[in-house]
């Protein structure tokens, strides 16, 4: 099994995909609709070479899905609004087909809110995602493709998650989970149980 789990994307994404075609799961960010951050995310990706397959589980069906994911070289889980792009994998049923591919080894590469649901919780970032965004999520667990929670954005320099919040949530939540704090510009590299840090 191989995660690449970015805090916001990271120089190493097309080496760690090994192909060209990626499955690109944009539903964490469907309440921003043309937020800079969001055609970012995107260019990013392009400017790798990486060819973007758009993939939105919302209103895509599970064969679609299924389809799509065995015909690419990996899968990317943007990011955006942890809790509802949690509600969306679940109420679609596409959480079990995207953990069943990726454990029977499609890269997978998550960016913040698509870092955070590979874990074991996404309970980790209530203080700096809303959860009143998903009001039909009662269980906040995670794909569990990995025990580390990661907690993107941890530096504290974007203004919507100051310091403050980071070391809240490292205090409310640090002894009940792994967490994994990242910056921007860092990963982790997940790869048969073995895992790197990247900066």
Known sequence: MRLLLTSFQHPSMAQFIGGKRVAYIPDAAR??????FVQKEREGLEKQGLELINLPLSHTDLAAV????NAVDGVYVAGG???????VLRSTGSDKVITRRVRQGLPYIGCSAGSVVAGPTIEAVSLMDSPDIAPDLKDYTGLGLTELAVIPHASGSISQF??????DTVRTYGERWPLCLLRDGQALWIEDGEVRLLN
């Not at 309440?31 to 800079?36: C, G, I, R, W």
């Not at 100051?162 to 070391?167: L, M």
């Open 81 to 87: 609004e942890t809790f509802d792009l949690l509600q």
């Open 162 to 167: 100051p310091i403050e919040t980071i070391a």
């Open 66 to 69: 299924e389809t799509t994911l």
């Open 31 to 36: 309440s921003y609709a043309d937020a800079p």
